[in-house]
C-alpha cells in the first residue's frame, strides 16, 4: 500500500481531498436548503360564442400576451392578497408556458409551502381569467378545480449533479495550483533556507518536472567551470540526485559546483543543514525540487 501511494503524482492526494470537501459542501448546502413547493393550474382558450369572432386568430395572436399579463401590476395587484406575497414578490415567482397549437397555457408559482403555492396560483389564474384578454372571441378557463402541487426543491439529482461538477473543478484547480507550485510552496522557503545557511549569493531554484531542468543545469555547471556534484540534502534522493548527475557534463578544476536536490515543500531544514557544512571552495549553483 505505501508503494502504490509513493507511486501516485503529488498532487493526487490533495486534489482528491479538495474534490471530496468541495463535493460533500455542495451536496449539504444544497440538501438543507429550505423546500419550495410549485402550485400550477391550466388555463385553456376556449371560444366565446358560436357566431363569434374568429376563434384561431385571436387565440394565436393574444395568447402569448399571457406571460406578460401574469406579471402586469393589476394582476398581480388582484392576485396578491391571497398568495401571501406582495405584489413586486410574486411578480418574481411566477412562470407561464405555452402548450403550441393548443390554446393551453401552465401557470406556475413557486412558494415556501404547499398551502402558499396552491392558494397564490389559484389567486393568480382566477386574475388572469377576471382580465379577459381573448374577449369576445375566446375566454379562459381552469382545466382542473384544484391547481396541482409539487415540491421543486431540493431537487437530490439536480444537487448530486452540482456537487459532482463542484468536485472536478475543485480537483482539477487544485491539481493545476499544485503543478506550478509543487508542495505548495515556491521558490520563498528555498531562499529562506539558503539564507539561514549563510548563502548570500544567487542561486537557480530548478523543479525535477521541469524538462528544461537539465539543460539549464548543464548550462549552469559549465559557466561555473568545477567538477559537478550533486548532493541529495535527505537519503530518500539519492535516486533522483544520481538521474541528474548522469545527464551533466564532466568538468576539470578546482573546488565544486554543487547541486543541491531538495524535496518540494515549506520546510527545509534539510536544505539549510547540507548547505552550511559544504567545504569552501564549492559554489552552490542550483537547487533542484523534487
Do not use: F, N, W
Not at 35 to 40: F, I, M, P, S, V
Not at 68 to 87: C, D, I, K, N, T
Not at 258 to 273: E, I, P, Y
Amino acid at each position: 500500500m505505501k508503494d502504490l501511494l509513493s507511486r501516485l503524482p503529488r498532487t493526487a492526494v490533495p486534489s482528491a481531498v479538495v474534490a471530496v470537501l468541495a463535493g460533500l459542501l455542495v451536496l449539504l448546502g444544497g440538501l438543507t436548503r429550505g423546500t419550495e413547493y410549485q402550485g400550477r393550474v391550466s388555463l385553456l382558450a376556449t371560444p366565446a360564442a358560436a357566431d363569434g369572432a374568429p376563434y384561431g386568430e385571436v387565440v394565436s395572436l393574444a395568447l402569448p400576451g399571457l406571460v406578460e399579463l401574469a406579471r402586469s401590476p393589476s394582476v398581480l395587484q388582484a392576485a396578491a392578497p391571497v398568495s401571501g406575497y406582495s405584489p413586486d414578490e410574486l411578480a418574481g415567482h411566477v412562470s407561464v408556458e405555452l402548450v403550441p397549437a393548443s390554446g393551453l397555457a401552465r401557470l406556475s408559482v413557486r412558494a415556501a409551502s404547499a398551502e402558499q403555492a396552491g392558494a397564490a396560483a389559484k389567486a393568480l389564474g382566477k386574475a388572469l381569467i377576471d382580465a379577459d384578454l381573448l374577449a369576445p372571441a375566446a375566454k379562459l378557463r381552469t382545466l382542473d378545480p384544484r391547481p396541482e402541487v409539487v415540491a421543486v426543491a431540493p431537487d437530490p439529482a439536480l444537487v448530486l449533479g452540482l456537487a459532482l461538477v463542484g468536485a472536478v473543478a475543485a480537483g482539477l484547480a487544485t491539481a493545476a495550483v499544485r503543478r506550478v507550485t509543487p508542495g505548495g510552496a515556491g521558490p520563498g522557503p528555498v531562499r529562506r533556507a539558503l539564507a539561514a545557511a549563510g548563502v548570500r549569493c544567487p542561486v537557480a531554484v530548478l523543479r525535477e518536472a521541469d524538462p528544461a531542468a537539465a539543460d539549464r543545469l548543464a548550462v549552469l555547471c559549465r559557466a561555473a567551470g568545477r567538477p559537478v556534484r550533486v548532493l541529495p540534502v535527505a537519503p530518500e534522493l539519492a535516486e533522483t540526485a544520481a538521474k541528474l548527475a548522469a545527464g551533466l557534463p564532466e568538468e576539470r578544476g578546482e573546488g565544486a559546483s554543487v547541486v543541491a536536490v531538495a524535496a518540494a515543500g515549506r520546510q527545509q531544514a534539510d536544505l539549510t543543514a547540507a548547505v552550511a557544512v559544504l567545504p569552501p571552495d564549492a559554489v552552490l549553483v542550483a537547487v533542484v525540487l523534487a
